[in-house]
C-alpha cells in the first residue's frame, strides 16, 4: 500500500472520543450516518412505542404498505403518498399528506416542511414527544386517511 494509505488506515484505528482523526498530519471529522433502522434501535424506549403505535394506526387502513428505506420509512396508499416516520436525536417525526394551511398551528404545532423535495407530498411535520402530541397525530392521520379515500373514489369514478 502507499503511505497514505497506511496513514490512514492507522488514524482509522485510533479514533479518539471526540470524532476527530489524524490523516497525514491533518485533523479530519468523522461524521457517521445511521439508517432509520439503527437510528430506531437506538431510540428511547417512549419513542419506539409511539412509533409502533403510529404505524399499526396507518397499517390499519385498507391499502396500506410501508417501504423502509436509509433515511424514512413511507407509507403509501396506491400511488398516494401518505406519510413518512423519521427518528433524529431525542424526536419522533411524523411527516402527514395533508395542507397545512387548513389547520391551526396553535393546536397542532407542526412544521411546514415541503420546500425539500423528498417531503414536497407529505409537508406537515409533527414531533411526537408527549401523549398529547401523539393523540393529535393519530386525529390528523385519520383525517388524511378520509381525505385520500375521497380522492381515491373520484379517480376511480372518472
Known sequence: PAADDVSATVALDSISDDDTIMVGGDVVAVRYRSSF???LIQASEEIQDYYTVIKNTLLSYKGVKARTSWNFE???KGR???AKLNVKGSAFQVYLGLDTNEYSEDKYHF???GDKPK???VPMMMKVRSGRALK????LIDEM???NRDILKQLYQM
Do not use: G, H, P
Open 80 to 82: 398516494i403518498q401518505c
Open 119 to 121: 417531503l414536497d407530498k
Open 145 to 147: 386517511m378520509k381525505q
Open 136 to 139: 393529535y397525530t393519530l386525529e
Open 111 to 113: 412544521v411546514y416542511a
Open 74 to 76: 413511507s407509507f403509501n
Open 37 to 39: 433502522t439503527s437510528r
